[in-house]
């Protein structure tokens, strides 16, 4: 009788503490799919419960997560990642995020608000992300803005491992606010403020220089730049725009480069007809052109 109670205590002891455990450990959102996802490795059909650091792979079904902070993201067929409660690691395949940030080979994607990206691990290390809904940014590992999408516009982007002094080439319009210089790459999107190199404002210039750890850019960039060289390469329009064009180029050179939203999400068909251009990030700076 004795012996019988002792067991009971212990199972009951072992039932509190898993309790207590699955109490201290809740789950940040849940997992959907119409086919068999893998998580932690273990096959689930249907719903499942996804906890912060939860590795969720897929098959041949996608899988909607939907995060308790209002969040949500869909992980594309045969796709892998580790789901946080802030962010998503895509290990493999492609993802679509909402109101919510991806880390892939590096860069650091973020979907603030209501927005939405789309990206995809390709080979050779290239990430392709593009801009489904409102304003998506892309960060490298330094921390550095080396990308700014809006609605409908892709990129093609490989970091480097080539440290935070890495030179960054950059080609667009500049304009003057006082004694500062900005100028605004025409592929990446991203404004800069150029420490020295004595560019003229309302140019378009092709700079090279490299990025500056911690400092505080003028209003209206991102980060300072300092400049190595600066070669000119003609005058800007009116609304400071290159003269040409610059957006049609970027278009058909992304065109050329048979990038489309739809091929970099793989998931979703009604963005096949988005704008797309080349870019090359590096770890510390970026550099712009096709890919």
Not at 6 to 14: G, I, M, R, Y
Not at 272 to 279: D, E, W
């Amino acid at each position: 009788m004795d012996l019988f109670n002792s067991k009971a205590v212990l199972v009951c002891t072992f039932l509190s503490s898993v309790g207590l455990l699955s109490a201290a450990t809740p789950g940040i959102g849940i997992a959907m799919s119409q086919g068999n996802i893998l998580i932690n490795s273990s096959a689930s059909a249907g719903n499942a419960t996804i906890f912060d650091g939860s590795t969720l792979e897929t098959q041949a079904a996608s899988s909607q997560v939907r995060l308790n902070g209002g969040a949500h993201f869909l992980l594309g067929t045969d796709s892998r990642g580790k789901v946080y409660s802030d962010h998503v690691d895509l290990l493999k395949g492609s993802a679509n995020i909402t109101g919510y940030s991806a880390n892939a080979n590096g860069l650091n994607v973020r979907a603030d608000g209501k927005a939405t990206a789309a990206i995809s691990v390709r080979d050779k290390g290239v990430i392709e992300i593009a801009a489904l809904t409102g304003n998506v940014h892309v960060y490298n590992a330094a921390g550095f803005n080396v990308a700014n999408l809006v609605p409908g516009r892709a990129l093609d982007l490989k970091p480097q491992d080539a440290g935070a002094s890495a030179p960054s080439s950059l080609t667009g319009c500049t304009k003057k606010t006082g004694s500062d210089t900005l100028i605004t790459d025409e592929t990446s999107n991203v404004t800069v403020q150029l420490r020295g190199g004595n560019a003229k404002g309302n140019r378009r210039y092709q700079v090279t220089g490299s990025m500056v750890p911690n400092a505080t850019p003028a209003t209206g960039a991102t980060q300072v730049l300092n400049v190595t060289s600066a070669k000119e390469l003609g005058a800007c329009g009116a609304g400071g725009s290159a003269a040409g064009g610059a957006a049609a180029g970027g278009a058909a050179a992304g065109a050329a480069a048979g990038l489309s939203t739809a091929a970099i999400a793989g998931i979703v068909v009604a963005a096949a007809a988005a704008i797309a251009v080349g870019a090359t990030a590096a770890a510390g700076g970026f550099s712009s052109g096709t890919s």
